[in-house]
């Protein structure tokens, strides 16, 4: 594979430019006692420039994020009465996903039979980009042949421990031991563009593989991975390519760690940190007039974090 050390660039927006010209996210997330996961990846998306963002969440918890959203569409979803979302919420889905560009499946959808039932057959059929992660990762371990022939390209989030369990043949420390091998060898199997969390993230699509320098330890805490999903979808509705994107995401979500970092410490960041600095990361990167100057960004960022 061919190692990537560059960034792609959002093309500037037009003075005339309206909502509709910067994409439609639909967020399918949360469940009961997992509110803030969905509340943190519909933000993010939002931060991230998408347009609209809409947000389909079990009724049981709509309540509570129609009140926590303010320039999120809210909407509630078929419900197994326990507050996750149930297979009944397919139709649903589908009719939202016509209006949408990219998909954001699984921060905090729990592991109710019903509704890792209804995460795989999103997964296989939705018609457009889908970023999969957390619980929707889970609902895959055992049965990732739906990632094969599906309807859309698909992006996935894991974290080494969700990745041992999506190759169901590795433990954790066997996938940190040799991580572009088990990114590469998964994806040759299953075509997708994997995100390998961690210290220094790995972005691989089979032919390419980027290994970015942004992020600290402090970005350790419950939350920080359902923002980065939220990141990349928001820059997949605006036209990324499913690798760009993530990429891209990966390395905005670590420079708003490191400004995070700065300015309350690594031992007291917490996930909504991040995505409050997401406008430092995106002007510093963005600011630049003209690509090679965003080129130094990078060439620095690497340089610190060194091989």
């Not at 019903?114 to 929707?136: K, N, Q, S, Y």
């Not at 022939?149 to 066997?174: D, F, K, V, Y």
């Not at 990349?232 to 390519?241: D, V, Y």
């Amino acid at each position: 594979m061919e190692d990537i050390v560059s960034l792609p660039r959002l093309p500037a927006r037009k003075p005339d430019g309206h909502k509709g010209d910067y994409g439609h996210v639909l967020v399918v997330a949360g469940s009961q006692g997992y509110t803030g996961a969905a509340y943190l990846c519909a933000k993010a998306a939002l931060r991230s420039g998408a347009g609209l963002v809409s947000l389909g969440v079990p009724a049981g918890v709509y309540g509570v994020l129609a009140v926590k959203h303010t320039c999120v569409m809210v909407h509630p979803l078929a419900d197994t009465g326990s507050g996750a979302l149930a297979e009944r919420a397919l139709d649903r889905i589908r009719q939202m996903c016509q209006s949408c560009d990219v998909v954001a499946l699984g921060p905090g959808v729990g592991r109710h039979s019903e509704t890792e039932m209804a995460v795989r057959t999103l997964v296989h059929e939705l018609p457009r980009p889908l970023i999969v992660d957390a619980d929707g990762l889970n609902a895959l371990a055992g049965d990732t042949s739906v990632l094969d022939g599906c309807a859309g390209e698909r992006i996935l989030t894991p974290h080494p421990g969700e990745m041992a369990r999506l190759m169901g043949s590795a433990t954790a420390a066997e996938v940190q031991a040799d991580r572009a091998a088990c990114a590469g060898g998964f994806v040759s199997q299953h075509p997708c563009v994997l995100v390998l969390k961690g210290h220094r993230t790995l972005v691989c699509d089979g032919n390419h593989l980027f290994t970015n320098a942004t992020g600290n330890p402090g970005m350790a805490t419950g939350g920080t991975g359902d923002v980065l999903t939220g990141c990349i979808a928001g820059l997949a509705a605006q036209g990324l390519a499913p690798f760009d994107a993530a990429r891209l995401g990966v390395f905005l979500h670590g420079l708003a760690g490191d400004a995070a970092r700065d300015r309350v410490g690594e031992a007291c960041l917490i996930a909504t940190d991040v995505l409050d600095e997401l406008p430092t990361a995106f002007r510093r990167y963005f600011g630049f007039s003209d690509k090679s100057e965003g080129e130094v960004l990078m060439r620095e960022v690497v340089g610190r974090a060194g091989p």
